[in-house]
C-alpha cells in the first residue's frame, strides 16, 4: 500500500504529546502534530540583510527549486556547484560579521570555533560553554586572523555571549553512542536548544540561528516555538543545520564515479534522521547516471553516514570533524547571504508551506 511519507518534518510544538512523534522514518501525516511543516530544503536568496526588517530579510525558495516528482515541479535554479566556495561579485565585506558559538567547547564546537576563526569574514567569535571555554579562547586568539575571540562560561554569561551576534550556531548537546538513535538523545538535548534559544530570543532577536544539536527535525521545531513564544519568530532566520549530508553526500558520489571532489554537488533533502534523509541523486552536479544498484547503495551510505562514524569512534561520540567543516559550510553561506550574495544556496531544514509528498510501496 502506497504511504504518504512526506520528506519535510513537522512542527513540534514543545510538549510531551509530541516529543516522540517522529522517530526517523515513520510515516506519518500532517494533522498528527501541530499544522505547519519543516522541509528540508531551501536556497538562501538574500537581499542586503544587514538591518533588514524581518519581514523582508530573505527571499527564500523552500523546497521549490527541487522536487521530488521529476516534472511535476519548477524548473531547477541555476546553482553553482559548491557554491558557498566564491562568490561571483566577491565583494563580501572583511571581518564585518559577528558569531556566537554555543558548545564552543565539544567535539564539534572547538574545531567549528578554529574554522570560524580562520574565516576572513568573521569580526568577534564569541565561544560559550557550560564547560570552561577560556582554554579554547585564549588557543584560538593566537591565531592572526581579524576575528577577535572572546570566551563565556556558564549560564550567567549566556547573554553577553549573545549580545550583537549577526549569527548563533548552536552544536551544545550530547553526542550519540553505539547503538543509540538521534531520537535517543531528544531528552537531554531538547532541554539544552529551549534554554540556549529563549537567552537569543531576548538578547540577540535578530540574529540568524543556526542548529546543529541532535535530533535536529525536534530541535529545530522546539527552538520555533520558543521563538515564537517570545514573539521573535522569523522561519527566514532559523536552521536546521544538514550540511553534513550534502558534504557526505558529495564525497561519497565523487568516489563513487571517479569525479573530482570540489566539482561535485548532492542536494539532500531532510530532517537529517534515518531514511528522511533524501539525497536527490538525479539532481547531481555535474549531471550523473547512477544505476538502481548505485542508488540504492549510496543513498543508504548517505543516510547511514552518522552512525558509521558513530560505531568507527565506538563510544568515544559521533561526527565532529566532518561536522565543523559542514557547520562552518554552511555559516559561511548565512554570512554571504546576509552580506546581499544571491547566488548563495545551501539545503538546510526550514519551516514551510510547501509540502513535497513521497511515495512508496
Ligand atoms: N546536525 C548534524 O549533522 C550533527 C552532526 C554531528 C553531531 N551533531 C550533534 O551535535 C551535538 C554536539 O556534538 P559534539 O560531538 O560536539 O558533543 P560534545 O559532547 O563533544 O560537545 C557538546 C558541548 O556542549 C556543551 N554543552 C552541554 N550543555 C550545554 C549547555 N546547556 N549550554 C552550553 N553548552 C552546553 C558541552 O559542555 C560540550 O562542550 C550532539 O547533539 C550531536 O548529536 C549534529
Ligand atoms: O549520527 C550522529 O549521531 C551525529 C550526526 O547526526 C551525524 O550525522 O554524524
Not at 530570543?201 to 515564537?228: F, G, M, Q, R, Y
Request: some cysteine; aromatic content about 6%; proline content about 6%.
Amino acid at each position: 500500500m502506497a504511504t504518504a511519507l512526506s520528506s519535510m518534518m513537522l512542527h513540534t510544538p514543545v510538549s510531551s504529546k509530541c516529543a516522540n512523534y517522529m522517530p526517523a522514518g515513520v510515516a506519518y501525516s500532517r494533522s498528527s502534530c501541530g499544522s505547519k511543516a519543516f522541509p528540508t530544503h531551501i536556497s538562501i536568496a538574500s537581499k542586503n540583510l544587514k538591518g533588514a526588517s524581518p519581514s523582508s530579510a530573505l527571499g527564500f525558495f523552500c523546497g521549490e527549486d527541487y522536487t521530488l516528482l521529476e516534472g511535476h515541479g519548477k524548473p531547477s535554479l541555476p546553482r553553482k556547484v559548491n557554491s558557498n566556495q566564491s562568490s561571483p561579485k566577491g565583494q563580501v565585506r572583511a571581518a564585518a560579521y559577528n558569531i556566537a558559538v554555543l558548545g564552543a567547547a565539544g567535539g564539534i564546537g572547538q574545531p567549528l570555533s578554529l574554522l570560524l576563526k580562520m574565516s576572513p569574514l568573521v569580526a568577534s567569535l564569541n565561544l560559550y560553554d557550560i564547560a570552561n571555554v577560556k582554554g579554547v579562547a585564549a588557543d584560538l586568539s593566537h591565531c592572526n586572523t581579524p576575528a577577535q575571540v572572546s570566551a563565556f562560561t556558564g549560564f550567567a554569561e549566556l547573554p553577553d555571549s549573545l549580545k550583537n551576534v549577526d549569527l548563533i550556531i548552536i552544536p551544545a548537546g550530547v553526542p550519540r553512542k553505539p547503538g543509540m538513535t538521534r531520537d535517543d538523545l531528544f531528552k537531554i538535548n531538547a532541554g539544552i536548544v529551549r534554554t540556549l534559544v529563549e537567552a537569543a530570543a531576548e538578547h540577540a532577536p535578530n540574529a540568524w540561528i543556526n542548529i546543529i544539536s541532535n535530533p535536529v527535525n525536534s530541535t529545530v521545531p522546539i527552538a520555533a516555538e520558543v521563538l515564537k513564544q517570545k514573539g521573535v519568530y522569523n522561519p527566514r532566520k532559523l536552521f536546521g543545520v544538514t550540511t553534513l549530508d550534502v558534504v557526505r553526500a558529495n564525497t561519497f558520489v565523487a568516489q563513487k564515479k571517479n569525479l573530482r571532489l570540489i566539482d561535485v554537488d548532492v542536494p539532500v533533502l531532510g530532517g537529517h534522521a534515518g531514511i528522511t534523509i533524501l539525497p536527490l541523486l538525479s539532481k547531481t552536479r555535474p549531471a550523473v547516471e547512477f544505476s538502481p544498484e548505485e542508488i540504492e547503495e549510496l543513498t543508504v551510505r548517505i543516510q547511514n553516514g552518522g552512525t558509521e562514524v558513530v560505531e568507527a569512534k565506538a563510544g568515544a561520540g559521533s561526527a565532529t570533524l566532518s561536522m565543523a567543516y559542514a557547520a562552518a559550510r554552511f555559516a559561511e553561506s548565512c554570512i554571504r547571504a546576509l552580506d546581499g550574495d544571491e547566488s548563495v544556496y545551501e539545503c538546510s531544514f526550514v519551516q514551510s508551506e510547501n509540502f513535497l509528498f513521497l511515495h512508496h510501496e
